[in-house]
């Protein structure tokens, strides 16, 4: 805890706190000091030296001198400037100023503006090029060393930030430099193309190349032109005023033709938000913003670089409607009215629920919100889902068995502090990349735990304190056995049991088959290894459980989820920050998609349909009578096509053709529907079997709010026009009701949200105005718009508060003929995002990881001669893939690893069942074998050397000034200014 304080700024006492640096005391009372390589985000790096002050008579630098009581600190005395112009001075050695005709001429340039401030006219050590040239070789950003100032920005978010370990500092050299690895190429190196370093970098030495040429006016010269053009203005120009006076004629002139929105990710669930850049349709840049409240400064190479989809020439920008011959072009109301035709004769003749509604996680709260008011005010259907159905609808459920809400227990910030987080099947660094930051951040830095179980080596295994690989579907066993463990070491929170919790004696008596000797055998982890996991929980003070679909695509995915929430009740770890359960959501608003009601038997804010109470408001609202009955889910409703039940289906943003398992079984399905509607950006696979292709809009070409993974609800902005006559999602689903009937009369999507937020306990107080803005809301948001960050902190959302123990049993995995030996393992990879419709239209993403690989041990390898490169087939009883080897030690014996990146020979679910959990109906996706067959041995290896995986990271922390101020050419500039004082004096 911080202590009050005073110190003297000045000349004038003030009284502040004592837990902060001198910068952040003057920045916070608007006192300015320059601090070019100095970021709020990144902490004191100290290579500048431009942010110098006397405390208590020594030049220090301010960014890194912490506060003490009584200290005297002056800002504005000669000495202090002399020391600042040092350093300013230093700086322009290493930069050349030419403003007006640079494209990071934008405003933010740190070297431009801190000159200005300082009123530097002329510099005493002249600009001198560097022996070194641009480094062009990747896709999406370029390294200019002779502008780099060597502030080490990029070094500190690369090593401390997104945690790459990539970039560094040759201090060596006769002229330093930043370096890739062992100074190699940026294209060759081990960067993940994060964005990281060039969001931070104060000037333009790294810089997004989608700014080049494109953001000034000038700026589109031709090299050979524009050099005599800096040239003739250095030689005519008296000084840096003029200079700058101009270029910020220039600057401002820009703002009229490049225009900032921001908007929120339409990738993973963390939920990052930034500024995007554009000049008309084209995109400049991706720029984060520190009061981003998930991400902050830091982006994925997907949110950063991968949104050449939005303009593709594959985009669909007119209705199709299916003729004998194929598709072909119509108009919108031919095609809506065709939609109200056959809707209507197919309810007319088979009743409501022969149709079928699956919503979108890539589409807005507010389009789920109508898409399953469609299904259920206007046709009369709860059929209606969405794809958590895949992936999270097990963790759901096991939340809702325990704790009473189903999403994450608290924030990112709650993962980041907490002493030890442990992940079980998830792949988090490539699947969450930005949320995996934070842990390796505070792993690295401060002293976090890492515990990770899963079947495959991936990095965040690597770094991890304790790694076990449990047999495939056994996750729930090891970790009953943990609880067993603690509970028979008399290591439980008794006093959290006995005041919060309900159920502990059955919950103890279930917990019986589960000894050690038990779980080794099943699940192979030593038993001295789950002791372990039992001992490093115990003394955790805060312990976070992240989980994904390594976990929920299994037959007992929901109990597996259970055991997890199990463990943390009895070790009290929920209602304290740093603490409870995180089932990480995989798609940008595949949360807000079920929170707003598009599931089979929930409305809105999870209110039960089979709550007559529940149903009586909404019908009031809606001015309907809703169906009673639960509809089937995206599984049945497959099931139902082929029974012959479910006539019709309407679906919106989602590939399910590629994305369901067993998708020939899916495909024949489709084939039997009498009327099929998709609406996709796309001619997806799905779509592919339409009768009817809508063109919708991308989330950058409407507005609307996503919820993250953490509960967060944010607002994007229209940051394009839709292209053609594509519509936004909410606008076509309106027009669609509209046409059978409904008279809806959305203006807005914020008429939505003020519809359904009063509907749902949960989304209360959520208004548009509440988030304007990087503001957002984690629900439950109460009527007065205070919100929950942090969950049951005070009761559990049951009727007597108090959260339940589930007792469990464990369920085998599904059983293969002898002859299918390999189990395939799949799940994502950082490049792509699912089937890769948009990641692959990114080319520099594509070069990077142009086609799905297979990951095969050197053990397996060795038994069936494959090489990188090598051609095979997986034959599973449902059908079969072909792909290429990569021979790799992520995964052992005759455990595989596909990811799911892929829509044509190699797609996962070609191979997958049609077995699901018993709970939910997530099909067991990670409980797929298949045997192997040689197609050719002969190949290249289908990871390119480009991708960063073929890099050679260089760990440290920081930008190790310490080597640059060892250097033989630096005196720090106070004791310059000291001894040129003692000399005049």
Request: glycine letters at 8%; a negative charge.
């Amino acid at each position: 805890m911080s202590d009050s304080i005073h110190v003297k700024i000045d000349g004038i006492q003030k009284a502040t706190q004592s837990d902060q640096t001198v910068l952040q005391l003057l920045s916070e009372l608007d006192i300015d000091v320059p601090s070019v390589c100095y970021h709020p985000s990144l902490g004191p790096i100290e290579t500048c030296d431009t942010c110098i002050v006397s405390v208590n008579g020594e030049l220090v630098r301010s960014c890194s001198t912490s506060l003490k009581n009584r200290d005297v600190i002056e800002t504005a005395s000669e000495e202090v400037r002399k020391a600042q112009v040092i350093g300013i001075d230093r700086i322009l050695h290493n930069h050349e100023l030419y403003c007006t005709v640079c494209d990071y001429n934008n405003g933010g340039c740190e070297v431009h503006n801190t000159v200005k401030e300082m009123k530097v006219n002329h510099q005493s050590i002249p600009f001198e090029q560097k022996p070194y040239e641009a480094d062009k070789s990747h896709p999406y950003y370029r390294y200019d060393p002779d502008q780099c100032i060597l502030c080490g920005r990029c070094v500190e978010a690369c090593q401390d930030v997104q945690v790459t370990e990539t970039l560094t500092i040759d201090w060596e050299r006769d002229r330093p430099r930043v370096i890739w690895d062992n100074d190699v190429p940026i294209n060759e190196s081990s960067c993940v193309s994060c964005g990281h370093c060039s969001t931070v970098c104060p000037c333009n030495a790294m810089m997004e190349k989608g700014m080049e040429g494109e953001a000034g006016y000038m700026t589109g010269i031709d090299r050979k032109t524009l050099r005599p053009m800096i040239e003739i203005t250095k030689s005519v120009e008296t000084g840096y005023g003029s200079i700058l006076a101009i270029s910020d004629m220039e600057s401002a002139m820009r703002e009229e033709r490049i225009k900032k929105t921001k908007t929120v990710c339409t990738y993973c669930g963390v939920g990052c938000s930034f500024d995007i850049w554009t000049k008309g349709r084209e995109i400049l840049k991706v720029e984060p913003q520190a009061e981003a409240p998930a991400n902050g400064i830091s982006t994925c190479v997907k949110g950063k670089f991968g949104w050449e989809f939005v303009n593709s020439e594959e985009r669909l920008t007119k209705p199709l409607i299916r003729e004998a011959a194929g598709f072909r072009e119509a108009e919108w109301d031919e095609a809506i009215s065709l939609i109200a035709e056959k809707f209507s004769e197919i309810k007319k003749d088979h009743g409501a629920d022969a149709l079928g509604f699956i919503s979108s996680s890539k589409c807005t709260n507010e389009e789920a919100y109508l898409m399953q008011k469609l299904g259920r005010a206007v046709i009369g259907t709860n059929n209606i889902d969405n794809c958590s159905r895949y992936c999270q609808t097990p963790a759901t459920l096991g939340l809702f068995r325990t704790v009473g809400h189903g999403g994450d227990s608290g924030g990112i910030k709650d993962i980041e502090m907490s002493e030890l987080v442990i992940g079980i099947g998830t792949n988090t660094s490539e699947s969450h990349p930005v949320l995996s930051t934070r842990i390796k951040r505070s792993h690295k830095l401060n002293g976090q735990k890492l515990i990770v179980a899963d079947l495959r080596k991936h990095e965040m295994a690597e770094r991890s304190d304790l790694f076990v690989q449990p047999a495939p579907g056994t996750d729930l066993v090891w970790i009953s056995a943990v609880s067993k463990y603690i509970i028979d070491m008399g290591w439980a929170d008794n006093d959290f049991i006995q005041n919060r919790v309900n159920g502990f004696e059955n919950y103890v008596e279930s917990l019986a088959p589960f000894t050690l000797d038990y779980a080794e055998k099943l699940t192979n982890i030593p038993k001295e290894q789950i002791i372990k996991i039992a001992e490093m929980i115990h003394e955790a003070n805060s312990v976070c459980v992240l989980w994904a679909m390594g976990v929920t695509q299994h037959s007992a995915g929901s109990d597996t989820s259970t055991a997890i929430s199990n463990l943390m009740l009895i070790t009290g770890n929920y209602g304290k920050p740093g603490a409870g359960t995180y089932p990480l959501r995989g798609h940008n608003n595949v949360q807000g998609a079920s929170d707003f009601g598009s599931m089979p038997n929930r409305l809105p804010g999870y209110q039960h349909i089979e709550d007559e109470q529940v149903r009586k408001n909404f019908e009031q609202a809606w001015g309907v009578k809703l169906p009673e009955k639960i509809g089937l889910n995206n599984h049945e409703m497959v099931a139902g096509i082929h029974d012959g039940t479910l006539k019709a289906m309407y679906l919106k943003g989602e590939d399910m053709g590629i994305v369901d398992s067993n998708i020939n079984q899916v495909h024949a399905a489709f084939e039997k529907l009498e009327f099929f509607v998709v609406q996709d950006i796309f001619l997806s696979k799905t779509a592919e079997f339409a009768d009817v292709v809508l063109p919708a809009s991308p989330s950058l070409e409407k507005e609307g709010t996503f919820t993250n993974t953490e509960r967060r609800i944010q607002r994007l902005y229209q940051v394009l026009e839709p292209l053609g006559d594509s519509k936004p999602d909410w606008q076509i689903i309106q027009n669609v009701a509209n046409s059978l009937g409904a008279n809806w009369k959305y203006e807005h999507p914020s008429d939505i949200m003020e519809e359904a937020a009063p509907l749902a306990p949960l989304f209360a107080g959520v208004t548009y105005e509440r988030l304007e803005g990087y503001k957002s809301l984690q629900w439950p948001v109460s009527v007065d718009g205070k919100d929950t960050p942090l969950l049951f902190t005070e009761d559990f959302p049951f009727p007597d508060g108090k959260a339940n123990l589930f007792p469990l049993e464990w369920t085998k995995p599904v059983h293969f003929g002898k002859e299918f030996d390999i189990h395939v393992n799949n799940g994502r990879l950082l490049e792509h995002f699912h089937e890769g419709n948009m990641t692959y239209k990114a080319k520099g993403i594509a070069s990077k990881t142009p086609n799905v690989f297979l990951e095969v041990s050197p053990e397996l390898a060795e038994e069936r001669g494959l090489r990188n490169g090598s051609l095979v087939r997986l034959t599973s009883p449902y059908g079969s893939v072909k792909v290429k080897c990569h021979i790799t030690d992520r995964v052992k014996g005759k455990e595989v690893y596909l990811p799911l990146n892929d829509n044509g020979d190699a797609a996962i679910n070609l191979l997958t069942s049609s077995y699901a959990d018993k709970d939910t109906d997530t099909p067991a996706y990670k409980e797929t074998m298949a045997k192997l067959e040689v197609l050719n041995t002969e190949g290249v290896d289908p990871i390119p050397r480009i991708n960063h995986r073929n890099g050679n990271p260089q760990p440290q922390i920081g930008v190790n000034v310490q080597k640059k101020w060892a250097r033989k050419d630096y005196v720090f500039p106070g004791d310059l200014v000291k001894k040129e004082m003692k000399q005049d004096g």
